[in-house]
């Protein structure tokens, strides 16, 4: 993320904003898989491969040409990426703290 905002193909902001959603699901994947006993490596069919993928193909698109146009202002394709990827990365910590806090909820408890 740092070097993608010290390039110029990213804003500061976005760059941190996607690196905070990326910690924050990290953190709650790690949480699950101590307290549950279950790793995810993917959510909704999405996984290290398709993310390669599209990453691959934002890499190319960049190259060629770093902006978009959305309706009559342009922005950073990267920029785009980073806030879609935020918004997905939120959604997907929200989604599985509320999955495995029902997880918990329902286990037995212990007896000491």
Do not use: K
């Not at 949480?31 to 190319?60: C, H, M, Q």
């Amino acid at each position: 993320m740092c070097g993608m905002a010290a390039s110029g193909a990213m804003t500061p902001a976005v760059a941190f904003a996607t690196l905070a959603a990326y910690c924050i699901v990290s953190a709650e994947s790690y949480l699950a898989t101590y307290s549950l006993g279950t790793f995810r490596l993917s959510f909704a069919g999405i996984g290290p491969t398709e993310l390669r993928i599209v990453l691959a193909t934002g890499a190319v698109a960049v190259a060629i040409d770093p902006w978009v146009e959305i309706g009559t202002r342009r922005v950073l394709l990267l920029d785009l990426g980073g806030v879609i990827a935020s918004a997905g990365m939120f959604a997907v910590f929200a989604a599985g703290a509320i999955r495995n806090g029902r997880a918990l909820y329902r286990m037995p408890e212990c007896e000491s």
